[in-house]
């Protein structure tokens, strides 16, 4: 009977244990989460995003003035292929196109256009939005705001 009680107890003690640890764990993902949102924020502190919809892209592709227009019509065109959308929002697009024909502080300018500063687009490019709020890894892709 006393081994009983004794296996009982360390069973007991071990799924208290056991449960505690994944409350903890969850607590910990959470602060984890909060971190990685407030730093998405703070990359972007200050940056007013002017490029949301192709239909904005295609304004500032005509309008003389701005950094789109610098570009090639063959890399427009191969860049606005390579968008993809939700809901109307830019959501991805291949930045290696771009890079290649802008100069460093044209291509920072033209990623502003698109709410990424200059550290966002560093930390976010390599990544495509495969899913609401999802970035995975992927090649020649960056994954703005609009994810």
Partial sequence: MKKLFNGTLIFTILIFAFSCSDAESNILEDQS???VVKSKEELNK???QEIFTLSDFERYAIDKNSVV???SGETKSEFIKSMEFRDGIITT????????ELSAMDNEEFWLLFGM???????YKEYKCT???NCEKRTRYICLTGC
């Fill in 117 to 123: 500063s200059k550290l966002a687009y560093e930390d």
């Fill in 46 to 48: 200050g940056v007013i």
């Fill in 93 to 100: 697009a291949n930045y290696v196109i771009i890079e290649s």
């Fill in 69 to 71: 227009s610098k570009l």
């Fill in 33 to 35: 989460i909060k971190k």
């Fill in 131 to 133: 899913s609401p709020h």
